[in-house]
């Protein structure tokens, strides 16, 4: 199912998806393999946010443990940028904002993070998309 998402992203049909979801490719951290997965994402001028979830059931995130090149399709154009994991529980300050942009585009998002109890910020782990010093 990816590599169809994959192939329509960057085809001229990828009006039907482009708004919403994009391509994310990174070098694996240990293997050094190219990954390439299809994500939901959120704009907030050029940055890009990603919500992970269930990020217990994931590990592609955690690539991102530091700053790492990513590149990124939308709209049928790879940016290149420099991914890095936000997880609420260790950065809430960093991620509240990141989380309100994303809810902002997604508002059923917050489903996969419980209810609104004071501590979703907690709960969220976002790959934080900036563009790449040139």
């Known amino acids: 199912m990816n590599t ?6 960057d085809s001229p049909l990828h009006r039907l ?4 979801t994009d391509v994310i490719r990174y070098a694996g951290r240990r293997s050094g393999k190219t990954i390439t997965l299809p994500t939901q994402y959120a704009a907030r001028g050029e940055d890009v946010i990603i919500l992970v979830g269930r990020p217990d059931s994931k590990s592609w995130w955690r690539n991102f443990s530091e700053d790492r090149d ?3 399709l939308i709209k049928r154009r790879w940016l290149e940028m420099v991914g890095r994991a936000v997880v609420g529980s260790v950065d809430p300050e960093v991620a ?3 989380l309100d942009a994303y809810l902002a585009k997604f508002p ?6 419980g209810p609104d109890d004071g501590h979703r910020v907690e ?3 976002l790959v934080w998309c900036r563009p790449r010093a040139r």
Not at 4 to 9: E, M, T
Not at 17 to 20: A, D, E, I, W, Y
Not at 108 to 113: F, K, N, P
């Open 17 to 20: 998806m482009s708004g919403s």
């Open 123 to 125: 709960r969220a782990v």
């Open 70 to 72: 990513i590149e990124v």
């Open 108 to 113: 059923r998002a917050a489903r996969v993070l």
């Open 4 to 9: 169809i998402v994959v192939r329509l992203l």
């Open 96 to 98: 509240e904002p990141l």
